[in-house]
């Protein structure tokens, strides 16, 4: 495949930190490319000879770093086929280092040979500079690539390139939504002036010194579930683990999948009510109960050795995936009527349903009656049993008005209950065509009869249950009058 292109870290500083073997490679180069000559071993390993080319004035021709790494590239590779080179990446070119990642994806599809001798990462200074150890583990990310998924309060965390100002106050910012504002972290870099190279600060200090440049980088300590400012998913899963354990609360270790499931239930509706409200606060805490009982049951599985919160979540992302061919996969969708007849397609094989009318038994029956109607509805319609004109829809629902006033003084309860099953149904329908959703024009119906009925009581000129018929009537029409022109 032609000539072969070795990268080598520098480490993070000066000749002290270079390995042998870095400096034997360096030594028989025949084409030597640093990315950079702004650093502190560079000085040292041009005293050993070695001529260095450099992606330096790369950096002021370019709009962004996207466009700066695809030129480096393009110039690593245009001096490839010219010989081998050895490429001079500082610190170890397998941590935080960007061209590195790029060359290797060149080297996977095949286009050129790598070898990569490492070197000695920032992350090892910074954590001998500051004197601490990271046993459990450590996280390291370059401040231009810090995303909020990135930040784990669990481990430490080391940022590099803090380069100036301006990235400073960026990475803060982001560290801010987790970490508390007076935190106790350490800046370590060549600019600093201690015997150490590094200065204790408080994190929203952060943004407020002057000794930013390439070798710049902030320590982050772990901080346990009770120092944090913000909690993440992993949290939550951890309080209720505890909370079910021997050492947890009592209540919540009686609870079984089926003693939680009025919880979630009124969870649920709770959710429905703060979004009827408008109220934001209230929708925050409603969806964070709900997400508490998905944890909650997910923790039961867990210990039962039936499944557990990544068994749920990887469940959900493969059906996501699966059912947005038109997303994830070629299929081509020309409107919201081929996603929705795609989606009921691919669930009707994943769920193994062979006929149509499996697909209706399919849904749920503890769903409320009304919902489910609409839901068996839509389903139907999907094969085409449906009214073609709304104008159908209302004339089914008179004869079965009609069908209900003929038997409504009779005695026989169950063909009543059956015919007003049947005005409700095609009530269902009517509300289908209009797009509208029964469940919801009820539950609004029944708040305004409320409101309207509190208006009778508070307008009454005695108790409401000594008031006749017509005061009522009067008073209710004043209601509906007042409260429409709202």
Known sequence: MGNTLTIVGLGPGDERYLTLGVIDVLKNGHIVIARTLKHDAIPYLKGQGIVFESLDHIYNTKKNFDQVYQSMVEYVLGRLEQGDVVLALPGDPMVGERLSWELLKEAARGHINIEVIPGLGRSDLVLSNIGVSAPEGLKVVTAPALREAHIDTRLPMIITNIWSPITAAETKLKLLKFYPFNLEVYLVGDKIDSRSGSVSIKLHELDMQDIYDHTTCVYIPSLSICEVDSYDFRHLEEIVKLLRSKDGCPWDREQTHESLKKCLIEETYEVLDAIDKGNVDMLIEELGDVLLQVVFHSQ?????????????????????????????GSVVVEDEDEVIENWEAIKKEEKGLTSHTQVLRDIPNNLPALMRACKVQKKAALVGFDWDRVEEAFDKLKEEVEELEEVYLGDDVERITDELGDVLFATVNVARFLKVEPELALTATIEKFIERFEYIEDNADVYIEDMSLEDMDRLWNSAKELFSKD
């Open 300 to 328: 039961i599985g867990r210990e039962h050795g039936q499944f557990d919160i990544y068994d749920v979540i990887t469940g959900v992302c493969e059906k996501m995936i699966h059912r947005h061919p038109h997303i994830f």
